[in-house]
């Protein structure tokens, strides 16, 4: 496992951060979002009001993989926290991924969150859906043909969900 500190996203990280999204786009296999996306857009989804993202940085401060967490719905769906992950292409296969899904578990937990969605997980990324199963999510819906995969066309995409803790200890709805 290599060495990494986890810790918020800053601004000055942003460079970085946009490089391993703009590779992943570039690839077509894992992300709805297309290479055409602006750098705004970018910048919106990774460092927006709202949004807690996380980056994974080397020793020498290298970004190397990166989270980002919200709530998956507004008001009556707020308790579910939604996340999206990425790993440096020339970083993966180093446990980067599972390091920063454990400590996005933490994290949601720890900011109140009693269970985690994935809305769109592309059924051909074997690796995350193997991890995320390892985390302890579990595929609960498929949506055909949801996701264009650039090599491959039209492939199924995966809602996958955790409760994050026992609904018999959760708070009533009005609280």
């Given at each position: 496992?290599?060495?990494?500190?986890l810790r918020p996203a800053q601004e000055a990280d942003f460079d970085a951060m946009w490089a391993i999204f703009?590779?992943?786009?570039?690839?077509?296999?894992?992300?709805?979002?297309?290479?055409?996306?602006?750098?705004?857009?970018?910048?919106?989804?990774?460092?927006?009001?709202?949004?807690?993202?996380?980056?994974?940085?080397?020793?020498?401060?290298?970004?190397?993989?990166?989270?980002?967490m919200v709530p998956n719905q507004v008001g009556r769906g707020h308790h579910v926290a939604n996340a999206s992950?990425?790993?440096?292409?020339?970083?993966?296969?180093?446990?980067?991924?599972?390091?920063?899904?454990?400590?996005?578990?933490?994290?949601?937990?720890?900011?109140?969150?009693?269970?985690?969605?994935?809305?769109?997980?592309?059924?051909?990324?074997?690796?995350?859906?193997?991890?995320?199963?390892?985390?302890?999510?579990?595929?609960?819906?498929?949506?055909?043909?949801?996701?264009?995969?650039?090599?491959?066309?039209?492939?199924?995409?995966?809602?996958?969900?955790?409760?994050?803790?026992?609904?018999?200890?959760?708070?009533?709805?009005?609280?």
């Open positions: 496992m290599i060495d990494l500190e703009s590779a992943h786009l570039e690839f077509g296999e894992t992300y709805v979002f297309t290479p055409a996306t602006s750098r705004e857009a970018g910048h919106q989804y990774w460092l927006g009001a709202g949004v807690r993202s996380v980056v994974a940085a080397s020793p020498t401060g290298r970004i190397l993989g990166m989270y980002r992950y990425m790993v440096s292409p020339s970083a993966q296969g180093a446990g980067i991924g599972r390091l920063m899904g454990e400590h996005s578990l933490v994290e949601a937990r720890s900011l109140g969150f009693l269970a985690m969605q994935f809305n769109h997980v592309v059924s051909t990324n074997a690796a995350a859906i193997g991890l995320w199963k390892k985390l302890g999510f579990s595929i609960v819906g498929t949506l055909p043909k949801a996701f264009r995969h650039k090599r491959l066309g039209y492939v199924d995409a995966y809602v996958m969900y955790q409760l994050l803790q026992d609904p018999d200890h959760w708070p009533t709805a009005d609280e």
